[in-house]
């Protein structure tokens, strides 16, 4: 089955405490993103890699770190978290280079920094 | 930021009637795309209109595009239960591979 998977699905952690949020595909896509869901403000881009070692910054990539070294995997990583980043967390991909092409979304991280 | 608007935020209807949301946007697109979130879940697709393309239909859904007022309007006809969900716009620009979404608007469908 296609699917965008993310672990873990919740989180609950201290401010300070390094974490890592996973994300791989099995649909052999280019593009993978990282996005943040806060109430009133939608889905906001975090981070975003087109292919292997290539990433770039979103709208919102302060206090996040990412790395893509295989396709498939696209880790979101927390160095130093904080409380503004408890967020619900969503990771897709997308087939191609074009950014335009439709999104699969894994099924979310609901993240709590205390 | 490019991120869009939509309107209204929220929307209540009775089973049977249509829904009409729309998204205003702030620069030029490559495509516009609609998604639908059911409560806490992942987004899913629902469909794609180009720049160059005024309106696309897919089953119960009817989206049409005016690049010149910067804005797409989603209808969903003849609505059921299972419609309440929240929909979000997104926006891919002709330049740059970021990807923008909207503000969402929340559909109740009331039985």
């Known amino acids: 089955e296609a699917q965008v998977t993310q672990n873990p699905r919740y989180l609950i952690t201290v401010t300070g405490k390094k974490l890592t949020v996973t994300c791989s595909q099995n649909?052999?896509?280019?593009?993978m993103s990282w996005y943040r869901q806060d109430p009133g403000l939608g889905l906001r881009q975090i981070y975003y890699?087109?292919?292997?070692?290539?990433?770039d910054k979103g709208d919102v990539p302060e206090g996040y770190k990412v790395s893509r070294k295989e396709k498939r995997n696209f880790p979101l990583i927390l160095e130093s978290p904080s409380p503004n980043q408890t967020s619900l967390y969503f990771c897709?991909?997308?087939?191609?280079?074009?950014?335009?092409?439709?999104?699969?979304f894994g099924a979310g991280t609901r993240l709590s920094v205390l | 930021s490019q991120q869009g608007e939509e309107d209204p935020q929220a929307l209540s209807i009775q089973e049977g009637e249509n829904a009409t949301m729309n998204c205003s946007y702030k620069t030029s697109i490559n495509n516009l795309q609609w998604y639908r979130q059911n409560s806490g879940r992942g987004l899913v697709h629902l469909i794609l209109?180009?720049?160059?393309?005024r309106e696309k239909h897919s089953g119960r859904l009817r989206v049409t595009l005016d690049t010149s007022k910067k804005s797409s309007s989603l209808l969903i006809t003849a609505s059921r239960a299972a419609d309440t969900a929240s929909y979000f716009c997104?926006?891919?620009?002709?330049?740059?591979?970021?990807?923008?979404f909207g503000t969402g608007t929340s559909l109740t469908v009331i039985p």
């Open positions: 649909m052999n896509h280019e593009y």
């Open positions: 897709a991909s997308a087939t191609g280079s074009k950014v335009g092409n439709i999104q699969y």
């Open positions: 890699s087109m292919n292997v070692e290539v990433t």
């Open positions: 209109i180009r720049s160059n393309e």
């Open positions: 997104a926006t891919a620009l002709n330049t740059g591979n970021q990807f923008y």
